[in-house]
Structures are given as C-alpha cells and as structure tokens.
C-alpha cells in the first residue's frame, strides 16, 4: 500500500494540480480525477483490511503489539493524508466545474439582454407601459441574482485555490486564481454596462408611462377648462353688494379648483417636456402641442375669470369704501373743529406748556384718524390701479377725504410749529435770564484767588496752574453766555414769527393780544443784563489776570531766595578760610570768580523782579502790597549776598597784594521793560505764549482798532450826509429842483434810520469788544436783524441813482460848495453798500488770526455776507406783479402748464414755487408778470434729464407723466444743482415734520398738500438742544458753550429767484 502511494497515488496528486481554464478543460480534470479514484479504491480497500488485520494480530499476541500499532498508525496517518488530498482535489474540481457552468449560461443570459435592452418597442397607452416596466423590474431582479451568485460561487472557489497554496505551501495555482480572477472581473464588467443599459431603459419606460399619464390628464383638464369657461360666459353680472359676495366665494372657489388642476398638469408636462428634449423629440413635440394648448384655454378661463371676479369685488369695494370714506370725513372735521376753537397764543411758559400738553393729546387723537386717510388713500390708490369700473367716483370721493385731511393737517403743523416755538422761548428766556443773574452774582464777588485755601495748596507752581485752569474757564463762560443770550434772540424771531403765521394761515384771531410787545421787553431786559454781565466778567478776568501775575511773581522771587539761601549763603558760609598760602589762595580767588559768574543769573533774575514790581504797582496790581513786600524782601537778601561776596573778594585780594581795581559791581538803574511780563511769564509758564499767537492777538487788537476807527468815521460821514445834503432839502428858503421835490426818501432811503442805528447802538456795542476783538461776532449776531436796514438802502440805490441823474441838476454841488464839502453826494451815498463790504473784509481778517471760538464771527460774517443777497431778492421780487395777496393752497391745475418752451423767472420761497415772465415796459424797465404757482407740499423732483445736464424736472400728483410734469433748463450746470439741492431741503422739511408729528407715513397718490412751513428752520430753532443745554448749566451753577445752528432771517419766508426756460 505504502509502495503504491508513494509511486502512484502522491505522484498523481501532486502532478494535476491545475483546475483548468475552461468548461471543457475542467470537466477533463474532473473525469481524469474520477477515473483516479475508482484506481484508487482497491488500494483504499486493501489499506483498511491491513489496519483490521493490525487490530487483531496485536490481540492475538503472536507479534510484538507496539510494533504492529506503530506500523498501523504509520498506515492510517499515510492514508488519512492521502485521502484529504483526494477528497479536496475533489471538491474543488467539482466547484470549478460547476463556476463554469454558471459563467457560461449567465454569459450567455447577459448577451441575449443586451439585445433585448437595445430595444425601441414602448407602449402607447398607460396599462401597457406599467405592463412593460413590471416585465422589466422582473427581469433585472432575476439576473441580479444569478449574477451575485455566479460571482460568490467564483470567490469560494478563489477561497479554496488560497487554502490550498497556503497548505501545500506551494504556487502551483497562481496562474488558475489569477484566470479565475479575470473571469469574475469580466462578470462585473459586463453587469456594470448592463446596468447603464437597465438605466436607459428604465428612463425610456418612465418617460413612456410619465407621457401616457400626462396625455390622459391633460385632457380630462381641458374637458373641465371648456366647460367653465362656457359657464362663465352665461354669467349673470350683479351691482348689489350683497348678492355680488355670495357669487364671488361660489366664483372663488370653483376657479380655485381647475386652476390647481391645470397648474399641476401644466407643471408635470413642463418637466416632463424638460427631461424628454435630451431623449425623444417626437414625444417632447406632443407635449408642446398639448401645454400651448391648455396655456391658451387656460388664459381665456383667467381673462373670463378675472374680469368676473374683478366686477365682483370692486362692487363690493365701492360700496366699502363710500361707508368708510363718509365715516372718516366725519371724523376730520370734528378734529378740525377741535383744533380751531383752542386756539390761542401762550403768554407765559406755564401757557406754553399747557398748550403743548394739549397739543400733544390732539395729535394722539388724531392718529386714528391719520391711520383712516390713508387706509382711504391707498385703497382708492389701489382700486384707480386696478381700473375700477367707477373710477371717477372713487377719485372723487377720495380727493374729498385727502381735502379735509390736508385742512385739518395745515392747521395741525401751524399750531405745532407755535407750541414748540412759544415752549423754547419761555424756557430759553428763563433759563438764560437764571444765568445771567447767577453769573451777575458770581462776578461781583470779591475774592482773592490766589490764596492758599481758595487755590487748595501752597505750592506756588500749583497755584499758577490752577489760575490757567480759571481763566480758561472763565473765558469759556464767556462764550457760553454770549451764546445762550444769541440763542434767546432766535428763539424770540422765531416765537413771534410763528404767532403772525398762525393767525394768518388759520384765520383766527387773538385771543389775549399779541405778544410781541411782552417779547421785546423780555428781549431788552436780557440785553441789558448781558451788557451789565460782560463789564463784570471784564473786571473779573482782569483780576484773575493780575492774580495770576502775582503768583507767578511770587514763585520767582521764592526762587530767588531759595537760590541765595542754597548757594550764595552755603557758598559764603563754607569759604571764611583766605587760604595758608599763596597758591591755595590764588585758587579760592579763581573759584570765587567762577562762583560770581554762576551768580549773574540770579542777579538778572532779581532785577528783571524789581523791575517788573514797579510795573506791577504802576498799572494798580490788586496784591501791589504784596508785590512789594516780596520786592523788598529780595532786594534785601540780595544785596546782603552782594556786600558780603564783594567783602570776601577783597579779603582775598588784600593777602594776594592785588593793586589793581576791580571794576565794582553796581545796581543798575531799574528801568520799565515792556516785555517784562511776557519774560516772567514765559520763565513760570514754559513758554506758554508762542510768538505767533502773540502775533495773533497783535493782529486782532490792530483789526478791532481799525474796526472802530472807521466805525467812528462812517457815523461822521452819515451825519455830515444828513446835516449837509439831506437837511436842506427840507428847509423851505432852499430853491429845490421840482424833479426831487419831496423825494428825500427816494434820494436818501432810510439813511437816517441806519444813521441812527449806528450812532446810538452799534458804535457803543462795538466799543464794549475793543479789548475782547475774538467775541465781537456777537455783536453783529445780536443786532443782525437791525441790518435788515441796509436791505432797504440796497434796494432802493438804483431809483435814488436815476433820480440824481436825471432830476438833481447842480444842486447837490451847490450845497457841497455851501458846505465846504470834499466829497460829492454820490460818494456819500455808497458809503452804507461799502460799509457792509467793508464789514465783511474785516470779519474775514479776523475770523484768519481767531485760533477758538469762531462759531460768531463766522456767523456774523455769513449775515453780512446775506445783506446784499438779500437787497438783490427784494429788488426782483418788487418787480414782480399780479402775485395774490395770500399764498393759499389749493389744487392746481395741470392744463395750465405751457405747451412748449418759455423762459420763466422763478422765484422759490418757503412754501410755493412761483412761475413768472419777465417783460419791459415802455421805458424799457424789466417787471415780471405772475403766470401761476406750484406749492412745495405738491412737488417731486427728478434731477437728470437724459440728453441735457441743465436740466430737470418738477412733477406733481401720482407719477412723473407728461401731463403732470414740467421740465426746467437752467442757464449753467452749477444753477441747476443749486436750484434742485434747496427745493430737495424744502420738500424734506415736510416730510421730517409729518415723520415726527404722525408715526406711519406710507405715500399714496392723494398725499395732501401742507400749509406753509420750514420744518428744518424748525428743527434748528425750535429743537430743545439749546434750552436742555441751558437747564443743565443752571443745575451747575457756570455755563458751557450753547451752540444753535439757527439762521437769523429778516423775512418771514425767504426767496430766491432766477431765469430758466420750462416747457412741458
């Protein structure tokens, strides 16, 4: 047995290793295999009947039994061997053979689907394509399967060629597991391009079924199109509301219904139709077809739909809309009725108050109302949009409702504008008077600043810094003060201009008497206090001035004393010895000499002292005591230090036996130092004053000196005008010209008005800022509504020019022969147009060297600056002729637009815009002729015209159209922005007031126009900045610096005018 396994049994298995490649291959080995084993059963058999044998010969005890059990255990162990070898040969061939089997059939499968795959057969109807894709999710799941498991018989076949290198510890499989690998890689292959076969026929067999739905549904929705589209056509059209709301939910509802059925079909075939254009035209075509077609019946079902649905809801809106238009009319006037009857003009801050307060609830109870105009408003806005099919009624009734809105909110800004006006007033007026007082008492205080318990400390340096620290805000106080008091000024211009508007614009009359006398009164009073505080602040400022001289003197003569006290006496006090011989005293004389010079500051120091205390004690220094006693103190100490180092000098020289005379040092003559002063200041204060501001406060000095020199002058000048020229053409002995016979208003305007002005108040208010020139800005602030006399002069220059020209004849020059004069009248006559020029140059001269505080000069400047301006406004608007007497509000009318270009002069004041045409009368004078005017509250801009950058557009009423609209051209790009940029600020003073006075501000095309008013003026004076600044400074007890941007204004509404050429 052992023989023949090991020359034929072990041979053969390890010889037919290999599996084969193939089916055919694989069966051979398997068939060889079989024929090896039957070869092998006698072998086998004969192998068991040995180990049989075995058994019973080791029984028997005729042979050594551990020798048969060893030679039996040796045969077993070979067979066992060699029977796991065969029975694994086995299975592994029969698993080859059986992978074929399954890849040669599943090969076969596969090659048949690509064909069938490949097919274009689909259904034409939706059963037979749910038929089709049932076969074809059959048929994919069933080759899955067979696949997977091919594949997993293919890797337990894999599994076992490893197990069986691993054991044999061979590579005899290595070319079988790589083809088994190969075959079963080309398994997956082929079922990867299967599967994009399976997806492109499963897409073809949705889109087939996806089609065939669509075309069912499409057409049981048009079926459904068609027939309400007929019921909608047969429709019984209603004017009842009640009855028009039952038929609209039942209209509703029905239309509701197809529409969702038709969007949804719709939807589907639009994607549909997206996905079929990449794969079949021909279907994507049908669908095409079929969505054109139910889009159109579609349209025609919403245009009927509409068109019934619209009829019904504006019926029912109509009817809505007359019971809430009537409700809210109702409600307006009563508010109106309100508003007119507590009226009344507040005479103390307590009535101020309490008409804000009630202001205040009126507002609060309009709110309602407001929310109601402009529900109305932008529902006929809404309904006008929607083409009502009774439009000019809704018009009409929502213009009703925007009039007596527009009434009530007229009347309703006046009385804001008043109350806020009369509040800041009052509390203005108290609160800067309050001050006054307090800084009144303040100032007249006598009090020593420079003493050790006021200034806190003893240190002198200390003491200095805190004497800056009140003058800087002693001079800040100043500012603050002159502010306020401008501020109150304002506030009353203000107060007293809202009074005449209200009575004006509301028709009604006082109730109490005007106000304005009370102001004014209120107004002198507060002047003369502020005069009264400034000479007092002048007088304290003086002496925070000399105290800080004095303590600055006083730190230096410590110093100087410190200095003799440290060095001088140590120095004597430790040099008594004149030296053992003569090198030792050589060397004491040379450093005595080197210690004198050491000494020569102090020396300087002390008489730059001495000097400075008589110019302390000439000019009436409050501590000239003081001054002095330090003055003595130090001349003392210093000359004692003197004489004594002059005593040890000699002593000194005398052992040397020096011949020569020294030169003696002598007192030199105190003499006065004008810049004595600054050089004790620049010492203590480290040079705090530079040059250039001293150069400044020169240079302001020499313009406020130059100021009231030729302020001086010009009063002359005015007086000399009147006594000489004016005078005489009154007096009944002087032979005037008939031509200016009682024309010396013509002739001379109302130069004795500005002569007085001049001479009486603004010469003397002038000379109160000679020694402050940085504050005379307040001067010009404080009397800029006064200067409006020199608007009047301007104006008139031209007539009273012709009339000199053309009727004076040598009379004037008679009278300069008479009188002695240089000068003829006509250079009289400029001087008050050359005066407010020469203001101005001056103004810009000082406002150069003023480094702080130029917030008034710059002001001052800017009304100066307004003068002529304001005299070139006043010029054309008297020229303008056919203007209403009252500028009421009122709907315009757009047919009387122009038709084609003109030029027009226009003139833009607070509240209207007026239209104008320049004309010339037979004497060949310019006038213009009033065309018509548009209101402010009305007007939108529109800044670029496409084609011309002079141009824009003003347009009134719902949107720019033509018929609403006119297009302006100005003469120059720079005129154009200026124009457009101040009707901008105008339009959005209205809409800043409506933001504050009522919360929810929506447009709407029926917006009211307001009455007249200028809400940013407004919000400058009338904002509580100033008054809330002043409540804190009184809390304080000092003020700080009020500031107002308040523009100080002689006309109740300014306008300004100018050419351009409009055309609509």
């Known amino acids: 047995v052992i023989d023949w396994l090991n020359n034929h049994g072990d041979v053969f298995l390890k010889k037919n290793t290999s599996i084969g490649k193939s089916l055919q291959r694989a069966k051979a080995l398997q068939k060889s295999h079989e024929h090896f084993e039957s070869v092998a059963r006698n072998t086998i058999t004969n192998a068991e009947k040995l180990l049989a044998a075995a058994d019973e010969l080791a029984q028997t005890g005729e042979c050594d039994a551990t020798e048969i059990y060893s030679e039996a255990h040796e045969l077993e162990q070979r067979m066992h061997g060699f029977l796991t070898a065969l029975q694994r040969r086995r299975a592994v061939l029969d698993l080859t053979v059986i992978f074929y089997s399954h890849v040669h059939e599943l090969t076969n499968w596969l090659e048949d689907l690509y064909t069938e795959l490949q097919s274009t057969e689909l259904a034409d109807s939706v059963e037979g394509a749910e038929q089709l894709i049932a076969q074809f999710n059959q048929q994919r799941e069933t080759t899955v399967e067979a696949a997977i498991n091919t594949v997993g018989e293919g890797e337990t076949l894999l599994e076992q060629l490893r197990l069986i290198s691993m054991e044999t510890e061979k590579a005899g499989h290595s070319a079988d597991y790589k083809h088994i690998e190969g075959v079963l890689s080309q398994l997956n292959d082929s079922r990867s391009q299967l599967e994009d076969l399976w997806a492109a026929r499963k897409l073809k067999l949705d889109l087939c079924l996806q089609l065939q739905v669509f075309e069912r549904d499409a057409m049981e929705v048009s079926s459904q199109l068609e027939l309400l589209s007929e019921e909608l056509q047969h429709m019984e059209m209603v004017t009842d509301g009640t009855k028009a709301e039952q038929l609209l939910q039942i209209h509703n509802e029905s239309v509701m219904h197809v529409q969702n059925c038709t969007y949804e079909v719709i939807q589907r075939g639009q994607e549909l139709a997206q996905v079929m254009s990449e794969h079949d035209n021909d279907a994507t075509n049908r669908i095409g077809v079929l969505l054109e077609y139910l889009n159109e019946r579609q349209v025609d079902l919403e245009g009927l739909a509409e068109q019934k649905r619209l009829r019904l809801q504006q019926c029912i809106h109509l009817r809505n809309f007359e019971i809430e238009a009537r409700q809210v009319i109702l409600w307006v006037r009563n508010g109106e009725s309100m508003l007119t009857d507590s009226f009344m003009c507040p005479n103390s801050l307590v009535e101020a108050e309490q008409l804000k307060k009630e202001h205040e609830q009126f507002m609060i109870a309009i709110e309602k109302t407001h929310f109601s105009v402009v529900t109305v408003t932008q529902r006929a806005e809404v309904m006008l949009q929607q083409q009502h099919y009774n439009g000019e009624l809704v018009r009409a009734i929502a213009e009703n409702v925007t009039l007596a809105w527009q009434q009530l909110m007229y009347h309703a800004e006046e009385r804001q504008k008043l109350v806020m006006a009369s509040t800041n007033w009052y509390k203005t007026a108290e609160q800067v008077w309050s001050v006054l007082e307090s800084l009144d008492r303040d100032y007249k205080r006598d009090e020593d600043w420079c003493n050790s318990e006021k200034a806190g400390t003893t240190n002198t340096q200390a003491k200095a810094a805190y004497l800056v620290q009140l003058i800087n805000k002693h001079n800040e106080q100043k500012e603050a003060f002159l502010r306020a008091?401008?501020?109150?000024?304002?506030?009353a211009e203000t107060f007293l201009k809202y009074v005449t508007r209200n009575l004006h614009f509301l028709g009604v009359q006082m109730k109490f008497g005007n106000p304005e006398q009370r102001v004014k009164g209120t107004l002198a009073k507060l002047l003369q206090q502020e005069n009264l505080v400034l000479e007092y602040w002048t007088m304290k400022k003086r002496k925070l001035e000399q105290c800080h001289q004095f303590v600055l003197f006083e730190q230096s003569a410590k110093q100087a004393l410190e200095w003799i006290h440290d060095y001088g006496e140590a120095y004597l006090t430790s040099h008594t010895n004149l030296g053992s011989d003569k090198n030792e005293t050589e060397a004491l004389l040379k450093e005595h000499y080197e210690f004198r010079n050491r000494a020569k500051e102090t020396k300087e120091n002390v008489k730059l002292l001495l000097q400075l205390a008589d110019d302390f004690v000439t000019k009436g220094n409050i501590h000239a005591t003081s001054i002095m006693e330090w003055c003595s103190m130090v001349d003392k100490r210093y000359k004692l230090f003197s004489s004594r180092m002059e005593k040890y000098r000699v002593q000194l020289q005398g052992k040397l036996?020096?011949?020569?005379?020294?030169?003696?040092?002598?007192?030199?003559q105190?003499?006065?130092?004008?810049?004595?002063?600054?050089k004790l200041e620049q010492t203590g204060t480290n040079k705090e004053i530079t040059e250039e501001k001293r150069k400044s406060a020169r240079r302001r000095e020499f313009i406020m000196a130059e100021l009231l020199q030729t302020e001086r002058?010009?009063?002359?000048?005015?007086?000399?005008?009147?006594?000489c020229y004016m005078k005489p053409m009154s007096q009944p002995n002087v032979n005037v010209p008939s031509g200016i016979l009682n024309k010396e208003n013509v002739v001379f305007s109302n130069m004795d008005e500005i002569y007085e002005f001049h001479k009486d108040v603004f010469l003397k208010e002038l000379e109160k800022y000679e020694t402050i020139p940085e504050d005379v800005g307040h001067c010009f602030v404080t009397w800029a509504e006064k200067f409006s006399i020199y608007v009047t002069y301007c104006k008139n220059k031209p007539d009273s020019n012709a009339l000199l020209v053309e009727q004076a004849g040598s009379f004037f020059e008679e009278m300069q022969h008479k009188s002695k004069l240089n000068e003829p009248i006509a250079s009289y006559l400029i001087k008050p147009v050359q005066r407010v020029t020469k203001y101005q140059l001056l103004l810009k001269d000082l406002l150069t060297y003023c480094e702080e505080h130029t917030g008034e000069i710059k002001e001052a400047?800017?009304?100066?600056?307004?003068?002529?301006?304001?005299?070139?406004?006043?010029?054309?608007l008297s020229m303008l002729e056919g203007l209403e007497d009252t500028l009421q509000a009122y709907v315009w009318d757009p047919k009387q637009l122009i038709k084609k270009g003109r030029d027009r002069h226009l003139f833009l004041f607070d509240v209207c815009?007026?239209?104008?045409?320049?004309?010339?009368d037979s004497s060949g004078k310019s006038k213009y002729i009033y065309k018509f005017k548009l209101m402010i509250s009305e007007i939108n801009i529109t800044e670029h015209i496409e084609g011309d950058e002079t141009k824009f557009a003003l347009w009134t009423g719902r949107a720019p159209i033509s018929d609403y609209r006119i297009i302006l051209k100005a003469s120059s790009l720079d005129t154009k922005q200026q124009w457009v940029k101040r009707m901008r600020e105008l339009i959005q003073e209205r809409v800043l007031y409506l933001n504050d006075a009522l919360k929810d501000k929506q447009a709407t095309m029926f917006k009211p126009p307001p009455k007249f008013f200028n809400t940013s003026r407004v919000s400058r004076e009338l904002e509580g900045e100033g008054v809330e600044g002043l409540t804190a400074l009184e809390r304080r007890g000092s003020l700080i610096s009020v500031t107002s941007n308040a523009t100080t204004g002689t006309n109740d509404s300014g306008s300004s005018g100018g050419g351009m050429q409009a055309n609509r």
Not at 713 to 723: A, F, G, P, R
């Open 670 to 678: 105190r003499q006065s130092d004008s810049s004595i002063e600054e």
């Open 657 to 668: 036996g020096v011949t020569h005379q020294e030169q003696n040092e002598k007192d030199e």
């Open 485 to 491: 008091c401008t501020l109150a000024r304002r506030t």
């Open 913 to 920: 815009l007026v239209f104008s045409k320049e004309v010339k």
């Open 713 to 723: 002058t010009y009063v002359k000048d005015l007086e000399t005008c009147i006594n």
């Open 861 to 876: 400047l800017e009304v100066m600056m307004n003068v002529p301006k304001k005299a070139n406004d006043a010029m054309h």
